[in-house]
């Protein structure tokens, strides 16, 4: 990684499966990222989750250095997450039915 000091999983007890390089981002990439996760969300209801301290406190320092004051802690991992479901609804929903299917009630 060039620059491990704010996106290092590793000191968060994350286990990355694989260190990749990605090299100096452009800035078509960098405004892609910005519209897709740096975006202000109105959260609305609300309810906690458990992630490890080490992790919120690198969220919560990352977030403060994008420079944007209506973007949150939430509102980030709130667009990441929505992110992810949906690239990978397929598999989710697969896994989904295969659980349901081995489910004994």
Do not use: W
């Amino acid at each position: 990684m060039n620059n491990p000091r704010f996106c290092d999983l590793n000191a968060c007890g994350v286990k990355v499966a694989q260190e990749v390089e990605s090299g100096q981002p452009i800035d078509k990439d960098i405004a892609a990222y910005r519209a897709k996760y740096l975006a202000p969300y109105t959260v609305g209801s609300r309810k906690g989750i458990f992630v490890p301290r080490e992790l919120v406190d690198k969220l919560a320092k990352t977030v403060s250095l994008f420079g944007n004051p209506d973007l949150t802690i939430g509102a980030f991992v709130t667009n990441i997450l929505i992110t992810h479901l949906v690239a990978n609804r397929d598999v989710i929903n697969e896994l989904t039915d295969r659980g349901a299917k081995t489910v004994l009630v």
